[in-house]
């Protein structure tokens, strides 16, 4: 079956002086779609952030399609979209512009050729954006705003997509861009780490849920689907009509 996409073994990360990560075991194989899921600081962000090295590990081991994290270079194998932040960046770009930031690691010297112009304008079309193509980004809503971090994501045509909450605060129907994008690029191969506060429409995608719980993993295997939604972070169930003990899922909260 080949190297993992991603390793993570024995993983240790602190943030200030609090241990954050505390022991992560994580590994994603080829094709594979593992949403990480947990409750509000449990470590969802820094344990993605740790394998694209924008948090240095303390202890344990990270792997990039088998390759030591520290000497990974092949960045352009890797597609990241970070958790959105309320502003929208404060830099005035165009939508072209941010999309081609996403490209420049497969350039040579930043130049851009024909297929590189036609990456940025497939990624564009494939979020449903390239008709605003010359906007300012400043001037988008919040789910066209994550549709163009998507596909800047998208224009290195990336084997390995990295996302932190790509539904978060998007509306209904850049909810269902994301979604049907991601079923193509599931479709066409690729591999998909994505933090999740809950599965929703991508739920049909989702082959493993991670749990994470204070740094720890606290459960891998099947998305918790039979659980419903009353199992997502922050619905630690609690049964009012129930005779016996509260029914505690107990699993993401
Ligand atoms: N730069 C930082 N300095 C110190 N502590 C931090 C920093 N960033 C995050 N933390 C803390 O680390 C813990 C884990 O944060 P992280 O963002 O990884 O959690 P998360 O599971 O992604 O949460 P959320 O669902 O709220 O995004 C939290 O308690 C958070 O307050």
């Not at 789910?143 to 998208?154: K, T």
Request: one cysteine or more.
């Amino acid at each position: 079956m080949g190297e993992p996409v991603i390793a993570m073994r024995g993983v240790r990360a602190d943030l200030g002086s609090r241990p954050v990560l505390r022991g992560i075991d994580l590994t994603v194989r080829h094709g594979e779609v593992v949403a990480l899921l947990g409750a509000n600081g449990s470590g969802k962000s820094t344990a993605i952030r740790t394998v694209i090295g924008q948090v240095p590990v303390s202890e344990g081991e990270i792997e990039l399609f088998g390759t030591e994290r520290k000497r990974f270079r092949d960045w352009s194998r890797v597609g990241y979209v970070p958790q959105r932040t309320t502003a929208a960046g404060g830099v005035p770009a165009t939508v072209t512009e941010v999309v081609s930031s996403g490209r420049l690691s497969r350039t040579r010297f930043g130049v851009f050729r024909k297929a590189d112009r036609d990456a940025v304008r497939q990624a564009l079309e494939l979020v449903g954006m390239a008709d605003r193509a010359k906007d300012n980004v400043d001037a988008l809503s919040g789910g066209q705003h994550q549709r163009v971090l998507i596909a800047r994501a998208l224009a290195s045509e990336p084997e390995l997509l990295i996302m932190d909450e790509p539904m978060a605060g998007v509306d209904l129907a850049s909810q269902e861009v994301l979604a049907r994008t991601l079923r193509d690029q599931v479709a066409a191969g690729a591999t998909v780490l994505l933090v999740l506060h809950e599965l929703g429409a991508l739920e049909p995608l989702i082959d493993r849920a991670v749990v994470l719980r204070d740094g720890c993993v606290q459960h891998d295997g099947p998305p918790p689907r039979a659980l419903g939604q009353h199992a997502l972070p922050g619905h630690d169930h609690v049964h009012p009509h129930s005779e016996h003990e509260p029914i505690r899922t107990g699993l993401l909260s």
